[in-house]
């Protein structure tokens, strides 16, 4: 009959809500899990945080780059110098080859090449300073300390990558887990529907069959 058909109907449903709300449970359980995973990560990060001064191991990174800086702009500096002493050192050398020596003094290469050899003296001194500079800019900077500082910058950064990964998907996971409570909600709603109806037909099951018999 189509009573008894609808009550068929009704039993696969109620199957399929009891299904459906196994299934929500299972993956709130699973959302759950996620989010105790990503808490715990979050929490040691933040506990390492409150341990890590990076402002003051940004400060020490300030210092050295500084450092870095000044040997690079001291490195160019005697570079240029360098040239120039050279280029010095070459028309002092021609004045040594030319037959007529200290001679004609108003002459324009003559004049040119003494001129380079009185520069030439301060250039010398100019090298050295420079080289004594440098290195004593190379000896203040602290190589190990550098790759420790960059080491400790490097894995702090990667750190807060892996903060925001996990906020993230802690957001995604929180929405995701409110979706699937409300879907058991909307289930268990649906099976109360149909369990009364269930209920309904089992209590009036004689009366309804007594009844189409009469019909």
């Known amino acids: 009959s189509d009573i008894n058909k609808d009550y068929t109907i009704k039993i696969k449903e109620k199957n399929k809500q009891e299904k459906n709300i196994e299934t929500y449970s299972s993956n709130v359980d699973q959302c759950g899990e996620i989010l105790v995973e990503k808490k715990e990560l979050l929490d040691k990060i933040a506990k390492f945080e409150e341990s890590f001064d990076v402002v003051s191991v ?35 050398k021609l004045l040594g080859e030319v037959p007529c020596g200290d001679k004609f003094k108003s002459c324009k290469f003559i004049k040119d090449a003494h001129c380079s050899k009185e520069t030439l003296v301060d250039l010398v001194g100019q090298v050295q300073s420079i080289n004594d500079q440098k290195e004593k800019a190379e000896s203040l900077l602290n190589r190990s300390n550098e790759e420790k500082i960059n080491s400790h910058l490097e894995n702090y950064q990667k750190l807060m990558e892996k903060r925001k990964h996990a906020e993230r998907v ?46």
């Open 170 to 215: 802690v957001l995604k996971t929180d929405l995701e887990k409110g979706k699937w409570q409300n879907s058991i909600l909307s289930a268990q709603n649906e099976l109360q529907r149909i369990n009364i109806l269930i209920d309904d037909y089992n209590k009036n099951k004689n009366l309804i069959e007594n009844k189409e018999i009469f019909i």
């Open 58 to 92: 940004k400060n020490q990174k300030d210092e050295i780059d500084e450092k870095l800086l000044k040997i690079s702009n001291l490195l160019t500096e005697l570079e240029n110098a360098e040239k120039l002493k050279e280029l010095n050192e070459k028309k002092v």
